[in-house]
């Protein structure tokens, strides 16, 4: 299996997929690996499609370290990585057929996304930082940017200087999902946080003078993920807001609230990077703030006077 999953990984390169998508499909793959080994399976040629079926049900059923089952998303994952690897070895003929041909992901639920702020709660959020100190500038800039263009944390941590243009209110995105750029716009009010950022504040975090990233750490380096998604669970709890904030939650508020106010479901797509619109549709689903308004208007019951 090592061998084959070598070559595998030489592929992907080949085929430019991002870094992440690499580290994920061998993690899967290696434990297919084992579970292969654990089934007295030490040959790929001797997988079949009956196998791979079997493991769906591994994954179903096995309890990961919280001591729950893994989500379906993150099953079609693993299956998808398993797919990718099989039909690699059949078009380079390292096997004759292909037995993951014809498996079949599983269905996955349809779900809204569970946090999503209020105009009210965002502009709490925003407000929290301190603005009189250099990391309270930089935070607050961080969350304008964060929710008005609805983009990453990977592709906020990656920002480059020359990305920004805050004149013409644009930011490049490079290498998003997909290792696909785009270009998002930025409203005023984050264009002006932004350009004070870069002008007075940034300089006071420069540790080493060719430093490029946007987001600098008190060490003067690039802002990490992790710490982008500190900042916004610091802030959420920081403004007393009761719901689960990340940094993906500024994502989801700036397009529902956009949807709210009637735009374009395919410049919702654009600006989020969605390659298909059935992953913005989402976001089409009817809030229950405006399903209320509709009770209250249009319910029999509700125009009762007792």
Same mark, same amino acid.
């Given at each position: 299996?090592?061998?084959?999953?070598?070559?595998?990984?030489?592929?992907?390169?080949?085929?430019?997929?991002?870094?992440?998508?690499?580290?994920?499909?061998?993690? *899967?793959?290696?434990?297919?690996?084992? *579970?292969?080994?654990?089934?007295?399976?030490?040959?790929?040629?001797?997988?079949?499609?009956?196998?791979?079926?079997?493991?769906?049900?591994?994954?179903?059923?096995?309890? +990961?370290?919280?001591?729950?089952?893994?989500?379906?998303?993150?099953?079609?994952?693993?299956?998808?990585?398993?797919?990718?690897?099989?039909?690699?070895?059949?078009?380079?003929?390292?096997?004759?057929?292909?037995?993951?041909?014809?498996?079949?992901?599983?269905?996955?639920?349809?779900?809204?996304?569970?946090?999503?702020?209020?105009?009210?709660?965002?502009?709490?959020?925003?407000?929290?930082?301190?603005?009189?100190?250099? @990391?309270? *500038?930089?935070?607050?800039?961080?969350?304008?940017?964060? *929710?008005?263009?609805?983009?990453?944390?990977?592709?906020?941590?990656?920002?480059?200087?020359?990305?920004?243009?805050?004149?013409?209110?644009?930011?490049?995105? +490079?290498?998003?999902?997909?290792? $696909?750029?785009?270009?998002?716009? @930025?409203?005023?009010?984050?264009?002006?946080? @932004?350009?004070?950022?870069?002008?007075?504040?940034?300089?006071?975090?420069?540790?080493?003078?060719?430093?490029?990233?946007?987001?600098?750490?008190?060490?003067?380096?690039?802002?990490?993920?992790?710490?982008?998604?500190?900042?916004?669970?610091?802030?959420?709890?920081?403004? $007393?807001?009761?719901?689960?904030?990340?940094?993906?939650?500024?994502?989801?508020?700036?397009?529902?609230?956009?949807?709210? +106010?009637?735009? +374009?479901?395919?410049?919702?797509?654009?600006?989020?990077?969605?390659?298909?619109?059935?992953?913005?549709?989402?976001?089409?689903?009817?809030?229950?703030?405006?399903? $209320?308004?509709?009770?209250?208007?249009?319910?029999?019951?509700?125009?009762?006077?007792?």
């Amino acid at each position: 299996m090592h061998e084959w999953l070598n070559k595998y990984h030489d592929h992907l390169k080949l085929k430019n997929y991002s870094a992440d998508t690499l580290k994920n499909y061998l993690f *899967y793959l290696k434990h297919f690996s084992v *579970y292969l080994r654990e089934n007295g399976i030490h040959d790929i040629p001797s997988v079949t499609k009956d196998t791979i079926r079997r493991y769906q049900i591994h994954l179903y059923e096995k309890l +990961n370290r919280k001591g729950s089952t893994d989500t379906v998303a993150s099953q079609n994952v693993a299956l998808r990585a398993i797919k990718s690897f099989f039909r690699f070895l059949t078009e380079e003929n390292y096997l004759v057929a292909d037995p993951a041909r014809g498996v079949s992901y599983a269905r996955e639920p349809k779900k809204l996304p569970r946090s999503i702020l209020t105009q009210s709660e965002a502009k709490k959020i925003l407000h929290a930082p301190d603005t009189k100190t250099v @990391l309270g *500038y930089r935070d607050r800039a961080i969350l304008e940017v964060l *929710y008005s263009s609805a983009i990453r944390r990977k592709e906020l941590s990656d920002l480059l200087l020359q990305d920004i243009d805050t004149e013409e209110g644009l930011i490049r995105v +490079n290498e998003g999902k997909g290792k $696909k750029d785009r270009i998002v716009p @930025l409203g005023k009010i984050a264009c002006r946080y @932004l350009e004070n950022y870069i002008k007075a504040v940034r300089p006071s975090l420069i540790r080493h003078p060719y430093e490029n990233h946007l987001f600098l750490s008190l060490r003067g380096t690039q802002l990490q993920r992790n710490d982008i998604s500190i900042i916004a669970r610091y802030y959420a709890e920081k403004s $007393k807001i009761k719901k689960r904030v990340t940094t993906h939650t500024f994502r989801h508020t700036c397009a529902t609230l956009m949807l709210r +106010n009637k735009a +374009n479901i395919r410049h919702i797509q654009e600006l989020l990077g969605h390659s298909s619109l059935n992953s913005t549709q989402i976001y089409t689903s009817v809030s229950i703030a405006d399903l $209320k308004e509709v009770h209250s208007k249009c319910h029999p019951r509700e125009k009762d006077n007792e």
